[in-house]
């Protein structure tokens, strides 16, 4: 379930304590705000999962800080934070794209999945030998691992050389692989907002901006 933010320093702690953060920041008076709330409240009730992913509602009149601080000036608008810095932004009332992003952050979370040790464990040589250590006294390098290499290498080569098109499909220099998307960078929290209180606007105000 999502959580309604009271604070800034509730704000804060959420952010810090919680590996990626979706906000739906919105208004009372809002009619697209009020539209999509039911979805975002059926998606944060699917992927939250505590310290790793959490859902948070900002009301951008009794939080305008927060609202300023990441430069919120039209409702909806929804952020998606990972490590504390704004990644994505989504902007208006569309159930699809806000689906598309969130299933993608949520693998950045890393809910349900092993992490934090799971890259700790030393590597290892072809053969056997773990990398910065010697292998146990008598063991013996395993042929079956060199083999079963170089059968793969051998098969990979034999699909570039039958199959070239799927090769230069996936290779890096393919210019025309799909980027990775990438949000604009919300604004440090905490930032010093302006004296005066900004004019929110829906995006219907905006003319569909």
């Known amino acids: 379930m999502s959580v309604n933010i009271g604070s800034e320093a509730e704000w804060q702690g959420l952010l810090s304590g919680t590996n990626v953060v979706i906000a739906d920041f919105y208004a009372d008076w809002c009619g697209p705000c009020k539209m999509i709330a039911p979805h ?106 060199s083999i079963s290499w170089r059968f793969g290498w051998l098969l990979n080569a034999l699909i570039a050389f039958f199959d070239p098109y799927k090769a230069a499909e996936k290779s890096v220099f393919n210019t025309h692989r799909p980027a990775q998307a990438a949000g604009s960078n919300g604004g440090k929290p905490g930032a010093k907002a302006p004296a005066q209180k900004p004019a929110f606007k829906t995006l219907a105000d905006l003319g569909g901006d």
Do not use: W
């Not at 464990?121 to 691992?145: N, W």
């Open 40 to 145: 975002y409240e059926k998606l944060a009730n699917e992927h939250s999962h505590p310290k790793k992913v959490a859902f948070a509602k900002i009301n951008v009149d009794s939080q305008s800080g927060i609202a300023r601080a990441n430069a919120v000036s039209a409702m909806p608008t929804f952020k998606i934070f990972h490590g504390g810095n704004c990644i994505e932004t989504i902007k208006g009332a569309n159930p699809a794209a806000l689906t598309q992003a969130i299933t993608n952050a949520v693998k950045l979370g890393g809910a349900g999945k092993a992490s934090g040790n799971v890259f700790q464990t030393p590597g290892r040589k072809l053969g056997g030998e773990a990398l910065g250590g010697k292998a146990p006294p008598g063991a013996a390098r395993a042929p079956a691992a």
